[in-house]
């Protein structure tokens, strides 16, 4: 339940912009590390200056990719006790009121992830333009990670039973997998 305030006020922080924000993202980094994923046996053979730019890139991301976790721990808390209309449904438009100290700490969460969210989606664009530079992409077992995480972001979006609660859960799941196939790809290029 939203901490009480002396005098009622409750603020409502619209957890769906910011869920839509991972998810968008993530897809989006999905996409990308995958492609590295398929690519990590060729980029031995390119020059180590690419090899380096793509390293750098996946170091940043797995740094930001352990932080947006944090994050989202901190934001599903604090949705877990709020008080959220429509039977916690993940809808637009469904209220999640929190008193003004748990808002506050949303507020500031929210902003952080923002800023970490628009610079993995640079490390997106980057790591996309340094992969097209070592071969045409081909079709390989990795797209069956990329194509199941698109389908459970599709899910999540368009699910009209998904509660606010399951929804960040399965955006930590996400990000945890995320996480999981950046740390494969940095331990196999070495």
Known sequence: MATPDPEGRAIDPDPFSVALGVAGIGGGLAS???ALAAYRTLLASHPVKIQERI???LHDAQ???RSLRADLDVLAQLLR?????SKRLFWFGSRALL???QFDRYAKTAEEMTGRLWRLLKITHQLERALARLAPLKAGPEDDYL???RARIGLLLRDPKVTVD????E???LVDELNALMSDIQASLG
């Open 32 to 34: 990308a590390f995958s």
């Open 55 to 57: 390293g750098g890139l």
């Open 63 to 65: 740094e930001l990719g």
């Open 81 to 85: 006790e709020a008080e959220i209309s």
């Open 99 to 101: 008193g003004p100290e």
């Open 147 to 149: 194509v199941r995480t």
């Open 166 to 169: 399951d929804a960040y859960r």
């Open 171 to 173: 955006l930590i799941r």
